[in-house]
């Protein structure tokens, strides 16, 4: 198969000191889509996934098409260039979280696969990591459910307890009892940094600082922080943190854990098989040192090496500058959505320590039928639980309107937003 | 995209006022469906008087297709007998579960015939039947699995010879 070379060379992405949308938005070739009616796109749905810029496709594509090998068992050139790349996008990502080792970074499915990962093999743990009956895990009650069940289900298996915090009317964390939920029988505090829903960042360093007084572990759900902020693993504290590669405009099928290294290295194998080996014979196996003991089988080859590619698409951009813009969009969107008759934002109503997504309800009308007057406009908005239905429970509701931005966002597509909601109102006749 | 033909009058009436809604006495048979993906709830009873559908009564949490679908059902299979009911059901699931392809029987549907439009969009098909669903288990429960799925397989065979 041949490809042109056009289809090779990635477009630059958008540089300079002012950030400019526009420019940034012709790296992604479906935000010139049209939908039913020749609506154009208006994609507000990122914190589901995001779209994808022209390299990280190209980067694929052509890994494909002219690389394309199994990794670290393969003798031949093509074996040693798949490998490079995959080894290469580990580099990458590692600098762009800031680990202090490319071994830190274990790739996995996903972020809900990082987090079975972890509570399955603290489970397994011979030592003082292990989490036993009797010892106490602690996550909150803002928690997408890939950080809730799995360790649900480590405390089914072990007999310990799982304990919560909750959180406010305005839907921050509510740490007033946080040396009492967090105390000497705790041995693992798994926390969101950003909330999926309600959009909250959490103030880790407090969590973080009890935690570690007591000697437990702290686990982070970085999937919508990696995306939208600055992310430096080697200072935030955290002993491992999960993400997902498309929330960040890489591909899916790829997720990361990282851990600190004297961590991973006590921890047991999650998955057995190829690659996670030292030595096997038919009585016993020996391990690999991380991360390779943690990635047993074929990994995800190009997935990974896409999201090489969507990490240095985003540091070509400047993790501060997308998290300014992503700032910006929100405050203007909270502002916009708040005037709109009728609809309850759940969550901080202020763009002060708040990511880009935004939950809210719209009274009289339910969530599946405002995203479906919003998609009949080209408005794609995701409408249900989002995975968190305990947080939905909190504030009394049983599914909420979510729209959510990122790099390519306009205050053009937050006004067909607010439109398309006006046009719901009056289709429905509320108000 | 033509939301009138999802949005049909008769739905967002059912919608707004609901026939038959509210949990009552006496039944046999409680069920609780949900559809996970989006959270909707229906809590729904049957009571039959014999081989007749008495009474269907329900409390349901969930989007203007999934509230109204139940509604319509209701008007459609209280005071049935319950072979006539259960045909009714199974020819609603074939609309529902047909991708538009399949021609609706106003005869048979009355106002479910407004439902025809939810088939072209896949995402909404769950909500249109999680009623209807939750109906047929509640009564499987009560009469037993053979009788229900004797009717269904009527149903089929009979509109198979149409085609």
Partial sequence: MMISTEALVAPGPATGAAYDVDVVRRDFPILGRRMAGDHPLVYLDSANTS?????????????????????????????????????????????????????????????????????????????????????????TEMEHHSNLVPWQMLCGRTGAQLRWFGFTDEGRLDLDDLDAVINERTKVVSLVWVSNMLGTINPLERVIARAHEV????????????????????????????????????????????????????????????????????????????????????????????????????????????????????????????????????????????????????????????????????????????????????????????????????????????????????????? | MDLDALYQEIILDHYKSPHHAGLREPYEVQVHHVNPTCGDEVTLRVHLDGETVADVSYDALGCSISQASVSVMTDLVIGRPLSEALAVQAQFQQLMQGRGQVEPDEDTLEDAVAFAGVAKFPARVKCALLGWMAWKDATAQAVGETTVSAAANAVSVNRGERA
Avoid at chain 1, 52 to 62: A, F, L, R
Avoid at chain 1, 86 to 101: L, M
């Fill in chain 1, 51 to 139: 779209q994808k810029p022209q390299s990280v496709i190209d980067t694929m594509t052509e890994h494909y098409a002219l690389h394309n090998a199994n990794v670290a068992r393969a003798m031949h050139q093509l074996g040693a260039e798949s490998s490079e790349a995959y080894e290469n996008a580990r580099s990458k990502v590692a600098a762009f979280i800031g680990a202090a080792s490319r071994d830190e970074v274990v790739f996995t499915k996903n972020a809900s696969e990082a987090f079975n990962l972890v509570a399955r093999v603290l489970g397994d743990a011979a030592g003082d990591l292990g989490v036993r009956a009797g010892d106490e895990v602690v996550v």
């Fill in chain 1, 215 to 431: 000697g437990a572990l702290v686990v982070v759900d970085a999937s919508q922080a990696v995306p939208q902020l600055p992310v430096d693993v080697s200072t935030l504290g955290a002993d491992l943190v999960a993400f997902t590669g498309h929330k960040m405009v890489g591909p899916s099928g790829i997720g990361v854990l990282w851990g600190r290294g004297d961590v991973l290295e006590q921890l047991p194998p999650f998955l057995g098989g190829g690659e996670m080996i030292e030595t096997v014979t038919m009585e016993r196996t020996t391990f690999a040192a991380p991360p390779a003991r943690f990635e047993a089988g074929t990994p995800p080859i190009v997935p990974a090496i896409g999201l090489g590619a969507a990490c240095d698409y985003l540091s070509s951009l400047g993790m501060a500058a997308v998290a300014a813009h992503e700032q910006r969009i929100t405050a203007y969107a909270l502002e916009q959505l708040q005037q709109v008759p009728g609809l309850r934002v759940l969550g901080p109503t202020e763009p002060v320590d708040r990511g880009g997504a935004i939950s809210f309800e719209l009274a009289g009308v339910h969530p599946h039928d405002v995203a479906q007057v919003l998609d009949s406009r080209g408005v794609a908005v995701r409408a249900g639980h989002h995975c968190a239905k305990p947080a939905h429970l909190r504030l009394g509701v049983q599914s909420s309107t979510r729209a959510s931005f990122y790099l390519y966002t306009t205050e053009g597509e937050v006004d067909a937003l607010i439109d398309g909601l006006e046009r719901t109102r009056h289709y429905f006749k509320v108000g």
